[in-house]
């Protein structure tokens, strides 16, 4: 896209409001998306506790950003592009899995888990493997949530980790294993699915089995008072605190960044995110009592999580598409939990498998409005959407700053 539509597009963005169409619908605006947005920021990747053993390794795939990520045999995390040095194949296609050596299926050049080139067959003299290391982007790790980057300066992490490890790493999740997966393909932009994690306004008619456990106020900006809301939130920080969950005030996208993490407290009664609200495994990490509340933390632009005290979810958002985003949630429970005695995975999955599939049949209508001839950008409720807002104006920012410069470097030992 050119520079000057992007301008004209950014000029017509009214501030309150929706995003104008093309935002939602453009395949030059998605191509920007990508190149501004995702390439500049720090992406969720997946869970440490699916790379326990070295070799182990998971996925992430927009298409132009393409990523393998390993753990070597030192226990050091690698993201490492999903290109091979030869003539690009893709190397991995599986979403994740374990493989001693990173073989390229095309002509089975190999690379170590480090990913530097360790075997490629008649290349010729003079051919040297430690100059085709697979090329490396940044990757970094907040108790268990591994993110990377594939900028050459990647945004601030430190503040992330110092604000959301604290309160995450009671939940345990580097002693947790993988309960389930849910992979969905959302027929809407990514931003119209974030939009919707980022205002409650449609719980109450939405999310019928949400909003028992769940209030559906207390989201950062929104201005709603509930009678019962603050007085509960009071004494369930008290009592989180008595139970070592000493970090319990909200911090909200500080200074116009990227992540949000907050303890919510459930309604009266209820101990986590369950049909019944009543515990559907074991408590998890050092947790002593099942009323932790609901750890959210939000993580701009593609993830956001849940950590209740007997189990975590994870959702990752992967834009494949401008009117198409792949959502995959990945449900972990303590290591240690056995599977048909100290939980059912469809038990501690149907919570959050009813209120998604009913938010992403909301996105795809809301993306098929959009899409019609008459969508005009809409008024943001002061009240209850200034989430959506505050995910306007960081996302705007992102494509008004410069062009992002891409990793380049690759592995180089062998
Ligand atoms: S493209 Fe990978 S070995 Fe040829
Ligand atoms: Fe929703």
């Known amino acids: 896209m050119s520079a000057s539509r992007l301008d004209q597009l950014l000029d017509d963005r009214q501030r309150g409001s929706t995003l104008p169409q093309a935002f939602y619908t453009d395949p030059e605006v998605f191509a920007a998306d990508i190149d501004r947005v995702y390439s500049r920021n720090w992406l969720f990747a997946g869970h440490s506790c699916q790379l326990r053993r070295s070799g182990d390794y998971v996925t992430f795939d927009t298409g132009p950003i393409a990523l393998i990520i390993t753990r070597d045999d030192d226990g050091v995390l690698h993201a490492l592009a999903n290109t091979c040095r030869h003539r690009g194949s893709r190397i991995l296609s599986k979403t994740c899995g374990h493989a001693g050596k990173l073989v390229c299926p095309y002509h089975r050049w190999s690379y170590a888990s480090d990913g530097s080139l360790t075997q490629a067959k008649w290349m010729g003299d003079g051919f040297r493997k430690d100059a085709y290391g697979l090329v490396r982007s940044h990757v970094r790790e907040i108790a268990g949530l591994i993110f990377v980057c594939v900028a050459e300066d990647p945004p601030d992490f430190d503040l992330a980790h110092a604000a959301i490890a604290p309160q995450l790493a009671p939940h345990g999740l580097e002693r947790a294993k993988v309960c389930a997966v849910e992979d969905y393909e959302i027929k809407a932009n990514w931003k119209v699915v974030f939009e ?26 929104d201005q709603r008072v509930g009678s019962d809301y603050e007085g509960i939130l009071a004494s369930r920080r008290a009592r989180w605190h008595a139970n070592g969950l000493a970090h319990t005030e ?74 198409r985003t792949r959502a995959r949630i990945v449900y972990l429970v303590h290591e240690d939990a056995r599977e048909g005695v100290d939980y059912d995975p469809a038990r501690v999955t149907e919570f959050w498998k009813v209120t998604t599939e009913q938010d992403w049949r909301l996105c795809e209508n809301n993306q098929a409005g959009i899409e019609s001839r008459d969508y005009r950008p809409g008024p943001l409720s002061p009240v209850t959407e200034s989430g959506v807002e505050t995910l306007a104006t960081w996302y705007l920012d992102q494509l008004r700053s410069p062009a992002v410069t891409r990793r380049s470097h690759a592995c180089s030992s062998a």
């Open 196 to 221: 919707n994690n980022r205002e409650c306004y449609h719980c109450p008619s939405g999310h019928p089995e949400y909003t028992r456990i769940n209030f559906d106020i207390g989201m950062p900006g």
């Open 250 to 323: 909200q911090v909200n996208f500080p200074n116009g960044s990227w992540f949000r993490c907050a303890r919510m407290p459930l309604r009266e009664g209820f101990v986590t995110e369950s049909l019944d609200g009543r515990p559907v495994a074991p408590l998890m990490g050092d947790l002593t009592d099942p009323d932790a509340g609901s750890l959210r933390i939000i993580a701009f632009p593609n993830a956001w999580f849940h950590a209740n005290s007997d189990y975590f979810n994870s959702t990752q958002l992967i834009p494949v598409g401008p009117n």
